[in-house]
T-cell receptor, first 113, second 116 residues
Framework: DQQVKQNSPSLSVQEGRISILNCDYTNSMFDYFLWYKKYPAEGPTFLISISSIKDKNEDGRFTVFLNKSAKHLSLHIVPSQPGDSAVYFCAASATGANSKLTFGKGITLSVRP | NAGVMQNPRHLVRRRGQEARLRCSPMKGHSHVYWYRQLPEEGLKFMVYLQKENIIDESGMPKERFSAEFPKEGPSILRIQQVVRGDSAAYFC??????????????FGPGTRLTVL
């Protein structure tokens, strides 16, 4: 049972435009959400996180939005840059679940120059 | 740069051999997590350890896999009698406090295990 779903396997955007990466979850106990970026043959790099008590968190070009009622979150990157081309993973954890992260399968973002 | 360190980066074993994967957490972090990534999949949780203690091993296969995080030295993920299905990327992460809902896990570069 996939508790964190990233239904679109890939996304291609033009440099300078906005990239919107979506993530859905089914476990209502999740209360902390994170986005990681991963290049081939490297480990995931933490990008941004959001607690369930918030609906938005912003850090530079990256903004994460959380819609608890819809069990949906999204990562916005604006403006997109060619260096943003990577696989993006959505992850979630739940208080009382020992901090373990549940990951989606990832979205491959390609930013065209 | 005192990031999470893993070694070896690449490991090749024949079926039936043992694989030992090492992880040194970031300085000041006492919580270590191991994840496995199969091709075309996301990362799957395996085990969560604090110094000398296994906190959660709910993601570990019941046989052949073990993990430890001794008082001194790196965390070790050990796979005995490896099979081809064990071929994957194994990632270690560390966090400072292990507090759900606030703690961020930082990942190492991974060990890519290939079983021939």
């Amino acid at each position: 049972d996939q508790q964190v779903k990233q239904n679109s396997p890939s996304l291609s955007v033009q440099e300078g435009r906005i990239s919107i990466l979506n993530c859905d979850y089914t476990n209502s106990m999740f209360d902390y959400f994170l986005w990681y970026k991963k290049y081939p043959a490297e480990g995931p790099t933490f990008l941004i996180s959001i607690s369930s008590i918030k609906d938005k968190n912003e850090d530079g070009r990256f903004t994460v939005f959380l819609n608890k009622s819809a069990k949906h979150l999204s990562l916005h990157i604006v403006p997109s840059q060619p260096g943003d081309s990577a696989v993006y993973f959505c992850a979630a954890s739940a208080t009382g679940a020992n901090s373990k992260l549940t990951f989606g399968k990832g979205i491959t973002l390609s930013v065209r120059p | 740069n005192a990031g999470v360190m893993q070694n070896p980066r690449h490991l090749v074993r024949r079926r039936g051999q043992e694989a030992r994967l090492r992880c040194s957490p970031m300085k000041g972090h006492s919580h270590v997590y191991w994840y496995r990534q199969l091709p075309e999949e996301g990362l799957k949780f395996m085990v969560y350890l604090q110094k000398e203690n296994i906190i959660d091993e709910s993601g570990m296969p019941k046989e052949r896999f073990s993990a430890e995080f001794p008082k001194e030295g790196p965390s070790i993920l050990r796979i005995q009698q490896v099979v081809r299905g064990d071929s994957a990327a194994y990632f270690c992460a560390s966090s400072p406090q292990g507090i759900p809902s606030t703690d961020t896990q930082y990942f190492g570069p991974g060990t890519r295990l290939t079983v021939l």
